[in-house]
């Protein structure tokens, strides 16, 4: 380093750092800022030019300010001027005050970019490293346009000293992570992958990194950088500990290096070449034989560089996941860690313990130490450490440990960290499902996990469960006996009563015949839970009430008076009070086959991807869940759910995660999918069905429904025959609109073409709404309306289908009453 | 309700903590230093809320007094306190600075038991405070039982903030109308907002129990007065009366009254007290005129030519005028030129600081300044900060004038003539700027 000649330490910024350091409050530290500003301004205005010393005194003085949170806008070309000085240290603070303040302006880069490269392509090695320095702090585009091509130049030139090809080959590296287009190595491959040969370890060192993120990138290119990185470890492992001098780091040869050539190989598949892999597999051995040496020294920095190694042989060794031998050893080397007293080492021991699991040379290997894991989820006092057990615990869950695993999961979760519960909960749902091997074990789990940990078990959990309690015919009433019990504890978790009220709602009959649980008991059951539940859980239970109404006609006086109660039927949420009324004027009115109808069993949901999964997957990020485990999950997925081929009915349960998702599915939310008609909007269905029918007649079984339907919306319409103006919207926007808003809907048809806009006069006069776009015949008129008469309202639907040739029309009218239907007709053939 | 109250030195070190409430937790004090005291930026909010916990502050030199709350509170109500936390702790000990709390601060706790039982603001009134927290200690004056009873009779009494039994040979009234004017006018001399905040702050010296009335010019009374005819002539009082947009009062005065009949009537603490305060926006007396002339010559120059003229009866003389213009922010030279008082550049407040130490009303005074410019690449326009003003008049810039004070003491025999009473005017200068 040139010697410096003037004031080494600046006095001048010395006593300003001081006197900011000793300013009482923060207004005091302004003032002493301006104060240096000003002078430094005035100083930079002066006449005068001013010397290096001072000039690099006054640049340092602004970098301070500017790094104690104050805006510099001044001085940038006094630190460009700087870089053209001869001194080391001006030059240095030159770089510093580039490499901090300056960003992409364009008058000051193209100066900048001239000094270094006058700095580059000086002889001066201290200057080249300054300049490659600059270039990789500031690392911005420009920069790596200007020096893209020239940096490769310099790594690889045989005079180039070894300090700057360090430097060089970090620069590049941080030039390619920018701008990856702009490095172009091209003709420089070979010559940059022969850096692995370099005499010099420090080179070597700098290069793999380059290597490394380039090969990433491009494997095939720097295929050719396998067997010498094998050559290279293998003569590091093999050295004796006092061979690389400098590079040995307390008896471990070159830990850095090593580390990262292992590294490197891992961008690569085992290599092909027998000499090259037996070397190979040859060092593996070696490093797995060092482990298991006695240290050499106590030093806790000793063990440290020796496991690091280790840990990345391993890490290669489960990437080329090809060689048995070295996976259980690798295995077993893991499990002596696993009762290692540095918590670190028990923590990569069981990170590495997870890859292991999912291949299959090992997982039998790393199942021997089951144990030891259960152990550590129990008694770790680390929670990030006891958080890899547990994620290793689900690694190597298999069939033949499955019901140990999840029961001692289960037992952890009472105890485990908050943070750390909903995915505990998400695990042990998955491995319940995954695994279960008999379906009540698998309902008594999944319960109990609501039971210990309910405020963490998300809806996909037990959306789940009641997916597969409805698919699985067998499980169906040993799943309403459990809910049963289950729910007579004094306090049970909300989502308790949600499973709870679905599987009574629609197997509770399976239970009903034990005077224990007669149908009474378990409505008193499901009732005492009611009033503590939120409003999406009430309309649930509202919805299982109405479900017992059908299954129990018995219990049919005993939830009217409840739905009837004024704490129902006006209770102030406007969905809680809907649901009362439509159930209660339902379960009035209509006859017990429409009911039964109306309230069928949920069909079986179809197949698809666990929920659960999904949402574990998307908690941990890809590749948190192995592709084996994914495989494993399909496989057994299938089985469990009993076969693909029911379905076809698509209900919202699972998919629309709304608290609407529904029993009934009779009103409530978004119509789920266009494409499939789901019970979920059983409106559709009925418009759709009337649409098609050409001879304006609705089939006996769509017209109960129908009519049904029709009673409801009569009775909300406290006020009507007001027409809704729902021209415009489409099919499924108007049903949603009467499920929102209570409004009267009345269909109504046909009539002569050229008259057409009589016809809506006429039809608009009666007051009723012109529905478009409804029937597939643009020629047909449909609309909707309320009658309202003294004593009720009468929804009507209608339709009149014009035939011009026959200069006929035929008109529709479908209503809840036939006096009103028939006097409707009456009145509409006068009109026409 | 306020859960504690904190005081930091400059540094962030707690020097006075005082927990109420049990929802205020160790780490409020941390939190309230971390966010606020060491903040990266400046905190300029008074309210600052931190996890669900709102800190009110206030600043007095180097001191931070902060009441912390986890309710939702009053803010208005936390803040009046602390400034009569401040005007407590000034009676008892002066300034308010680290040393005085230091050497003070079993006074201090004892004080904030006093003041404040279970966050709720008690009695703050420095003289009531007086006669039951001393400094000398029990020891040096000795209480007698009748002493203590009378001291609890008339702190939880009816009128809690004088004691009975005062006596003076001298009966005698100081008041004061001190006001801030606050403006800011446009460079062509447009006034885009003003408005006068004052208070009338009163030193009775007076025996026995008197009952006070203080009559002032406002309008409302001033009208009422005009429509019964018993005073002149309406033109003349009505550019007399000033119209108050609102006020607040002591506690002494008996708000009903004011409300029926808008007469301020009351019976005085002893000592020194604030009485009113109030707000004017009308027809306010502007004391000086700023007329800014700011000329750029090319990038790297600037002329600043600015005159103050004094717009009041030229027998009145305003004092500690300073006029502040700012510079912007890559000066790198200036040269001033001023006919009165002296003109300097501050360096550390990016500022030319013009002061004079005496003016006559309808004068004028001018400054010319060359302002050099570092040229710098940054491409932001200087924003002209307003050249803003400091000074002191001695009349009432809102028009406010005392009509009368009246005392009346039944029982002793001392008339209102008999009181000797001092009335003053203060006017001095809020945020007065002109933008340039």
Known sequence: ?832 | MIGGLFIYNHKGEVLISRVYRDDIGRNAVDAFRVNVIHARQQVRSPVTNIARTSFFHVKRSNIWLAAVTKQNVNAAMVFEFLYKMCDVMTAYFGKISEENIKNNFVLIYELLDEILDFGYPQNSETGALKTFITQQGIKGQPQTKEEQSQITSQVTGQIGWRREGIKYRRNELFLDVLESVNLLMSPQGQVLSAHVSGRVMMKSYLSGMPECKFGMNDKIVIDKQGKGGTTDDPGKSGKQSIAIDDCTFHQCVRLSKFDSERSISFIPPDGEYELMRYRTTKDIILPFRVIPLVREVGRTKLEVKVVIKSNFKPSLLAQKIEVRIPTPLNTSGVQVICMKGKAKYKASENAIVWKIKRMAGMKESQISAEIELLPTNDKKKWARPPISMNFEVPFAPSGLKVRYLKVFESKLNYSDHDVIKWVRYIGRSGIYETRC
């Open chain 1, 1 to 832: 380093m040139p010697a410096v000649s003037k004031g080494d330490g600046m006095r001048g910024l010395a006593v300003f750092i001081s006197d900011i350091r000793n300013c009482k409050s923060k207004e005091a530290e302004i003032k002493r800022i301006n104060k240096e500003l000003a002078n430094i301004r005035s100083k930079f205005k002066g006449d005068k030019a001013l010397d290096g010393y001072s000039k690099k005194k006054y640049v340092c003085k602004l970098l301070f300010i500017f790094l104690l949170g104050h805006d510099i806008d001044f001085g940038h070309m006094e630190a460009v001027n700087l870089l053209s000085s001869n001194k080391y240290t001006e030059k240095q603070i030159g770089y510093l005050f580039i490499s901090v303040l300056v960003n992409s302006n364009s008058e000051l880069i193209r100066l900048i970019n001239n000094a270094i490269k006058n700095d580059l392509s000086s002889r001066n090695p201290t200057f080249m490293c300054l300049a490659l320095h600059c270039i990789a702090n500031v690392g911005s585009r420009e920069m790596a346009e200007a020096f893209a091509g020239e940096i490769p130049r310099i790594l690889v030139a045989g005079d180039t000293m070894d300090s700057v090809k360090q430097s060089a080959a970090l620069c590049l590296l941080r030039l390619y992570k920018t701008s990856p287009d702009l490095v172009l190595m091209g003709e420089w491959t070979s010559r940059v992958v022969h850096l692995l040969n370099d005499q010099h370890m420090g080179v070597v060192t700098a290069a793999i990194s380059l290597i490394t993120c380039l090969s990433q990138k491009n494997p095939d290119e720097f295929k050719t950088c396998v067997s010498l990185a094998v050559s290279r470890l293998s003569r590091i492992v093999s050295s004796a500990s006092t061979d690389l001098q400098d590079y040995t780091y307390y008896f471990v040869p070159a830990p850095w290096l090593s580390c990262k050539l292992l590294r490197l190989l891992q961008c690569y598949p085992p290599p092909e070449d027998g000499a090259v892999k037996g070397r190979l597999v040859e060092c593996l051995e070696t490093i797995l034989n060092k482990a298991q040496e006695p240290p050499k020294s106590k030093k806790v920095q000793h063990s440290n560089a020796k496991n690091a190694i280790l840990f990345e042989a391993i890490s290669l060794i489960i990437h080329y996941d090809s060689e048995p031998n070295l996976l259980v050893r690798a295995c077993n080397q893991l499990g002596q860690f696993l009762q290692h007293r540095e918590t670190n080492l028990r923590y990569l021991a069981l990170e590495s313990m997870c890859t292991l699991a999912s291949s299959e040379f090992s997982h039998e290997a790393v199942k021997t130490h089951i144990e030891t894991v259960i152990n550590a989820l129990k008694t770790e006092r680390d929670v990030s450490v006891r958080q890899r057990a547990a994620d290793l615990l689900y690694a190597m869950c298999d069939r033949s440990n499955a019901k140990q695993i999840v029961a001692e999961m289960l037992s952890y979760l009472e105890t485990a960290d908050y943070s750390i519960r909903e995915e505990m909960v998400l695990k042990v749902a998955i491995l319940a499902e995954k695994y279960a091997v008999d379906y009540s074990w698998y309902v008594d789990t999944i319960l109990n996990l609501i039971r210990i940990a309910g405020d963490y078990v998300s809806e996909e959990v037990w959306y789940r469960v009641i997916q597969i309690v409805i698919n699985r015919d067998d499980v169906q009433g040993y799943a309403a006996k459990t809910v049963f019990e289950a729910l007579q504890a004094p306090a049970c978790h909300e989502n308790m009563v949600k499973v709870g009220g679905y599987i009574l709602g629609e197997f509770g009959n399976l239970i009903a015949g034990d005077p224990r649980s007669s149908p009474l008991v378990q409505f008193n059951l499901l009732h005492s839970k009611f009033h503590l539940c939120s409003v999406p859980t009430r309309a649930l239970l509202l919805s299982a009430y109405i479900k017992f109404i059908n299954l129990f006609p018995e219990t049919k006086s005993t939830i009217q008076e409840v739905l009837r109660s004024d704490s129902q039927i006006r209770n102030s949420d406007v969905e809680l009070q809907q649901r009362a009324v439509e159930y209660l004027k339902l379960s009035s009115i209509a006859s017990t086959d429409v009911l039964a109808t109306v309230l069928e069993e949920m069909p079986p949901f179809p197949e698809r991807e666990s929920s659960i999964l999904a949402k574990l997957k998307k908690k941990k990020g890809p590749g948190a869940v192995s592709v084996n485990e994914l495989e494993e999950g399909k496989r057994e997925g299938g089985e469990l759910n009993g076969g693909g081929e029911r379905g076809g009915d698509s209900s919202a349960i699972a998919s629309t995660p709304s608290p609407s998702a529904d029993l009934l599915g009779l009103r409530t939310g978004p119509p789920v999918t266009a494409a499939a008609p789901s019970t979920g909007s059983l409106l559709v269905d009925v418009f759709s069905e009337a649409g098609v029918n050409d001879d304006g007649f609705l089939s006996t079984q769509v017209s109960k429904i129908y009519n049904t339907v029709l009673v409801v919306f009569g009775y909300f319409n406290k006020k009507i025959l007001h027409i809704v103006p729902l021209n415009d919207l489409s099919e499924r926007e108007l049903v949603t609109i009467n499920e929102q808003t209570p409004q009267g809907v009345f269909v109504m048809a046909p009539f002569l073409k050229m008259f057409r806009a009589l016809t809506c006069t006429i039809l608009l006069g009666l007051g009723m709404a012109l529905l478009e776009n409804v029937d597939p015949n643009p020629e047909n008129f449909v609309c909707a309306g309320v009658i309202q008469t003294k004593a009720q309202q009468v929804g009507s639907l209608l339709r009149l289908e014009p035939n011009a040739q026959a200069q006929m029309y035929r008109l529709t009218v479908r209503s809840s009453k036939d006096t009103v239907s028939k006097r409707l007709c009456e009145l509409l053939a006068e009109q026409f």
